[in-house]
């Protein structure tokens, strides 16, 4: 049996920075990584450059059955505290929008950058270790000068220590190898779990709207989406199954099945003066649509919501309804493309369950929750590597 002061089951962003933060405390950490090598997720991510944190982080980034949650740790460990970390490792970055930071060449120098860190801090990670089973120290038939607190089995050996961190991620990405290990072992420990779900994740659409759609794949457009209160203006993409691109990614994270999405196609304009200007009289609704948008996306937006004629042959009442329509169309996406494409996983375990600051379950001493397991859900923008590095910088201080 190997001693330890502390596992983390999970060798991505968080993981691995909590345990650094153990590590320089003094405390003795091992990771176990069930990949062949750590943060498979940091090295695809923001297209191979990495969007490591956003300048714009606040709680209200975030969705999470309590929305407070994330606010303490989000508070002591900021982006500003992982941009020195950054600039002490020389890595050249730069904003590309909206406050998003990347590296300016790989995501493979914050993974250095973390390993040199941990490798400084004394944290053994071990890589290609499954966990079989963890059982609490109550249960084991243990030499009684043993006083730590779990026990962890793997393929070929058993660790036991005083703290277990589970950062084993969501159900995001599947073909990275995501499971649902950490749900698991949160019910085994008689934690809440709200329904996992896929998060920033592209939208499949009914066979209609997709048959009038399907030949646009690859079209993009600015416009404003919103569901149930919650709004992003970003572009949106056509694709062979349905719609995706910033915006689309950014709402289904708030979207429920069974309900639409409303796209604001033309949220700079008063659509109505456009309509019933004079000088447009003679053209086709859809030759004036491609003003404004791409001809062919016009063009089967017409067929999908009024037949294009010259805008003079409407009535007043049906050019208010086109209006309408073009600043809300409602869209009802059939479902959404799944984990598989999903760059989160939204729901995890439960935040009542958790300290807020220290991220320690509250009625299992030593045990801890971090990162994307955890039902506190980013923004698309950095915000998730941000909920990573401030959920693992707390409990590394405790772990």
């Not at 277990?164 to 995001?172: C, D, E, I, N, R």
């Not at 995706?244 to 304009?269: C, E, F, M, N, T």
């Amino acid at each position: 049996m190997t001693d330890t002061d502390v596992i983390v089951i999970g060798g991505g962003a968080a993981g691995l920075f909590c345990a650094i933060e153990a590590g320089k405390r003094g405390r003795q950490v091992i990771v176990l990584e069930h990949a062949d090598r750590v943060g498979k997720k940091i090295a695809i991510s923001g297209g191979g450059r990495c969007n490591f944190t956003n300048l714009n982080t606040t709680p209200d980034n975030f969705i999470s059955a309590n929305p407070h949650f994330c606010k303490s740790a989000l508070a002591r460990y900021t982006p500003d505290d992982f941009i020195s970390l950054v600039n002490k490792h020389g890595i050249p970055y730069h904003e590309k929008k909206l406050g998003q930071l990347f590296c300016d060449d790989s995501s493979q120098r914050i993974i250095e950058m973390l390993l040199t860190e941990a490798k400084e801090a004394g944290v053994e990670i071990r890589c290609g270790v499954n966990v079989r089973s963890v059982t609490p120290s109550s249960n084991l038939q243990a030499s009684p000068r043993s006083r730590r607190r779990f026990s962890v089995r793997t393929g070929n050996a058993t660790l036991a220590s005083d703290s277990l961190v589970v950062a084993t991620g969501g159900l995001s990405i599947a073909p990275l190898g995501a499971t649902d290990f950490g749900y698991q072992l949160a019910r085994q420990f008689g934690l809440a779990i709200r329904e996992p779900r896929p998060a920033l994740v592209p939208f499949t659409l009914l066979r209609e709207t997709l048959r009038e759609l399907s030949s646009l794949s690859g079209i993009s457009l600015a416009a404003e989406v919103s569901f149930d209160g919650a709004k992003f203006r970003e572009n949106i993409l056509v694709t062979h199954r349905g719609l995706s691109g910033p915006a689309i990614l950014q709402i289904s994270s708030y979207w429920r099945p069974g309900h639409s999405v409303a796209i604001d196609l033309l949220p700079d304009y008063d659509v109505t003066e456009l309509l019933r200007e004079p000088k447009n009289r003679e053209l086709t609704l859809a030759n004036l649509l491609s003003q404004f948008l791409p001809h062919r996306f016009a063009v089967a937006w017409c067929a999908l919501n009024y037949p294009s004629q010259p805008l003079r042959r409407y009535s007043p009442g049906e050019l208010t309804g086109i209006a309408a329509r073009l600043n809300n169309w409602e869209v009802a996406p059939s479902g959404t493309e799944g984990y598989k494409k999903a760059e989160v996983t939204a729901g995890g375990v439960a935040t009542e369950e958790l300290s807020s600051q220290t991220m320690a379950a509250k009625r299992v001493a030593g045990l801890y929750f971090i990162g994307e397991v955890v039902d506190v859900t980013g923004q698309l923008g950095g915000y998730n590597f941000q909920w990573a590095w401030a959920s693992g910088y707390a409990a590394g201080q405790h772990a």
